[in-house]
C-alpha cells in the first residue's frame, strides 16, 4: 500500500504541495518530481514520433520541475538546492519556445502534406555546429561552475555543504542541456548522444545528493534516449533531403 507523507501544517500551500511525497525505504519520491520526470519522458516520446506537441508538453515538465529545483533554494524542503538543475528549466523553455516555433515553421514549409504529421526531417550537424556546440558547452560549464559557486558562498546552506565536484558537476548538466535543447530545435541527431552525455553526470550526481528516486527514473529515461536516437539515425539513412530553413521573413509578414 502506498502512503502519502505527510504535510507540516504550519507550512503554506506552495510547501505542502512540494513536501507531498512517496516513502521509498529511506528515500521520499516526491510527487511533483515524478509527475514532472513523467512529463518529461511524454515530451522525449513525441520528440522521437518529431510532432510538434513535444515542445509544449516539455515547458509543462520544465515548469513542475523548476518548483522542484528551486524548493530547496527558497527553503521550502532540506534537499540539497541544485542551482544548475533550477536554472536549466528557465533556460528550457526559453529554448522550447524557439523549437516550438521552429518546428511549427518548418513543419509547414516542409511537411504540410505529411499525414504523420512530423514536423522535422532529422539530420547530422555539420563539423562547424558541432565544434561550436562543444566549444560553448566545455567554456559554459566553466562559466557557470563559478557563478553557481559564487551563489552557494553568497547564501549557504545549513543543512549541506558541498564538495568540490558539486559545481563541475551541477554547470556540466546545466550547459549540456541548453546544448541538447538547442540541437533538438535544429533537428540534429547529435541531441540524443548530448543528453545521454548529460545524464552520465546527472544520475550520479542525483544518487550523490539524495535524489535518489529521480535518479532511478533517469535511469530508464537515458535507455529511452538510446532508443530514441537509433529511430532518428534510420530516419535520417532513408532519407534523401534536408528541410529548408523557415524564411523569418515571410512569417512576420504572411
Not at 510538434?52 to 534537499?79: C, K, S
Not at 538543475?85 to 516550438?100: D, K, L, M, N
Not at 549541506?160 to 541527431?189: E, H, K, L
Amino acid at each position: 500500500m502506498v502512503t502519502i507523507a505527510a504535510a507540516d501544517a504550519s507550512q503554506n500551500l506552495f510547501q505542502q504541495v512540494l513536501d507531498a511525497a512517496i516513502p521509498i525505504g529511506p528515500y521520499q519520491l516526491h510527487w511533483t518530481e515524478l509527475v514532472g520526470v513523467l512529463i518529461g519522458v511524454a515530451s522525449a516520446y513525441l520528440g522521437m514520433k518529431r510532432l510538434v506537441w513535444a515542445w509544449p508538453v516539455g515547458i509543462v515538465a520544465n515548469i513542475l520541475l523548476f518548483f522542484v529545483y528551486t524548493g530547496a533554494l527558497f527553503g521550502a524542503d532540506q534537499r540539497i538546492p541544485l542551482f544548475g538543475q533550477a536554472g536549466r528549466q528557465i533556460f528550457f523553455i526559453v529554448t522550447s519556445i524557439y523549437g516550438w516555433w521552429r518546428w511549427s515553421q518548418v513543419r509547414r514549409l516542409n511537411h504540410a502534406g505529411d499525414a504523420s504529421g512530423v514536423a522535422i526531417t532529422p539530420r547530422w550537424a555539420t563539423g562547424r555546429e558541432r565544434t561550436v556546440s562543444v566549444a560553448f558547452w566545455l567554456v559554459g560549464t566553466v562559466i557557470a561552475a563559478q557563478v553557481f559557486r559564487m551563489l552557494s558562498e553568497a547564501a549557504p546552506n545549513p543543512f549541506w555543504s558541498p564538495q568540490w565536484w558539486f559545481f563541475w558537476c551541477d554547470a556540466w548538466i546545466f550547459v549540456g542541456s541548453i546544448v541538447a535543447t538547442y540541437a533538438m530545435a535544429r533537428g540534429w541527431n547529435e541531441f540524443w548522444l548530448a543528453w545521454i552525455a548529460v545524464d552520465l553526470v546527472g544520475v550520479p550526481l542525483g544518487f550523490a545528493t539524495d535524489y535518489v528516486p529521480t535518479s532511478v527514473l533517469y535511469i530508464f529515461y537515458g535507455l529511452f534516449v538510446v532508443y530514441g536516437f537509433s529511430q532518428w539515425v534510420k530516419v535520417t539513412r532513408t532519407s534523401d533531403r534536408a528541410d529548408v530553413e523557415p524564411d523569418l521573413t515571410a512569417v512576420k509578414t504572411g
